[in-house]
């Protein structure tokens, strides 16, 4: 039998940039999954940690929130009585798309299924099916969410173009 020659071969420079894109997309996905985590464990003082000092938060019938201290404030506001405790509901997300403009500027959309874990085993544990339309900031060499704006698809339709 031939020994076979172990030939590495070194990556060429567009194949070192895709890899370093890659790894920008990543990260912003990582930050995706730790906002729901926090959201869900309902750690919210880390939580607005995810955000920009200014990000804008547009969650249709919740409303339009900007800056971090009113982002904190609503959501406390939002997560009372049956939502406080930790997992009392899910936000699953899936086919995340991240599409990097600039080195520090990325969009992105991902879909929510959004369910409620304090219903009777009878009721219907999903809330909403809507997507998460998202501009992205990399700042001190963190990715943070600037603005996202939720569209409502389902069980009621509250959209803005391009998705109404």
Sequence with gaps: MNAQKNESKELDASEIDRLKKLL?????KELRLSYNYLMDLRDLDQLVNIFTDDALCEYGPYGSWTGKEEILSNYRGVFTGDLKAPFSSFHPNANH???????THAEG?????????HVSAEENPLLWLALYDEEYQKTKGQW???????????????????YS
């Design 144 to 162: 943070k969410i600037a603005r996202t704006s939720l569209q409502f698809f389902w069980p009621e339709r509250h959209t803005k173009p391009p």
């Design 109 to 117: 959309q991902v879909y929510l299924m959004d369910f409620v874990t």
């Design 97 to 103: 798309r991240v599409q990097l403009l600039t080195d």
């Design 24 to 28: 920008e997309v990543e990260a912003i």
